[in-house]
Antibody, heavy 118, light 107 residues
Framework: EVQLVESGGGLVQPGGSLRLSCAAS????????MNWVRQAPGKGLEWVSYISSGGSTIYYADSVKGRFTISRDNAKNSLYLQMNSLRAEDTAVYYCARDRDNHVFDYWGQGTLVTVSS | DIQMTQSPSSVSASVGDRVTITCRASQGISSWLAWYQQKPGKAPKLLIYAASSLQSGVPSGFSGSGSGTDFTLTISSLQPEDFATYYCQQANSFPFTFGGGTKVEIK
């Protein structure tokens, strides 16, 4: 069974940093590209970042470019999102999502809430 | 960036009704479109990919159509478990973008 489990969310002050993790199981993690998608409270879905299966290709949404860094450790079946210079507008539930094929997200984690507030 | 516009933003319907949700892309995306269902407090669930292909395990009452800029998600006969919010997503090019969502509510 495919499972994605996010962790690392919490309350952080504006300007602070947080590192999210996503532990994958039930599939060959190293064969799949992965994404982070977020959802602000009561709002819609926003794609955040993409990383290819080997980690060589990375993309970011303009809203996080230069502040967030996506990475992965295929030996540990884990995906990460390093978030720096956090802003109030980064407050959201962050989901990791498997890239099924051609950038469709077929499995999602349960999400981890990041709250940026003083 | 490709903008995705969904309509309506909400719809009230009864069990057994046929419901149609539309999604329009600001530029052509061929068939690179997916549909997701999200229930409160839960992660989104993939329903349709490549505009009209049903994801494994998704009931056949869901169907998708369209290509280019105009797409449709149809629920042929609304079931109690179908009350949720639905999102379209373009998978044609970065940055991937979602529609604003359509909330299907009980009439």
């Amino acid at each position: 069974e495919v499972q994605l489990v996010e962790s690392g969310g919490g309350l952080v002050q504006p300007g602070g940093s947080l590192r999210l993790s996503c532990a994958a199981s039930g599939f060959t993690f190293s064969s799949y590209s992965m994404n982070w998608v977020r959802q602000a409270p009561g709002k819609g879905l926003e794609w955040v970042s993409y990383i290819s299966s080997g980690g060589s290709t990375i993309y970011y949404a303009d809203s996080v470019k230069g502040r967030f860094t996506i990475s992965r450790d295929n030996a540990k079946n884990s995906l990460y999102l390093q978030m720096n210079s956090l802003r109030a507008e980064d407050t959201a539930v962050y989901y990791c999502a498997r890239d099924r094929d051609n950038h469709v997200f077929d499995y999602w984690g349960q999400g981890t809430l990041v709250t940026v507030s003083s | 960036d490709i903008q995705m516009t969904q309509s309506p933003s909400s719809v009230s319907a009864s069990v057994g009704d046929r419901v149609t949700i539309t999604c329009r892309a600001s530029q052509g995306i061929s068939s690179w479109l997916a549909w997701y269902q999200q229930k409160p407090g839960k992660a989104p669930k993939l329903l349709i990919y490549a505009a009209s292909s049903l994801q494994s395990g998704v009931p056949s009452g869901f169907s998708g159509s369209g290509s280019g800029t105009d797409f449709t998600l149809t629920i042929s006969s609304l079931q109690p478990e179908d009350f949720a919010t639905y999102y379209c997503q373009q998978a044609n090019s970065f940055p991937f973008t979602f529609g604003g969502g359509t909330k299907v509510e009980i009439k």
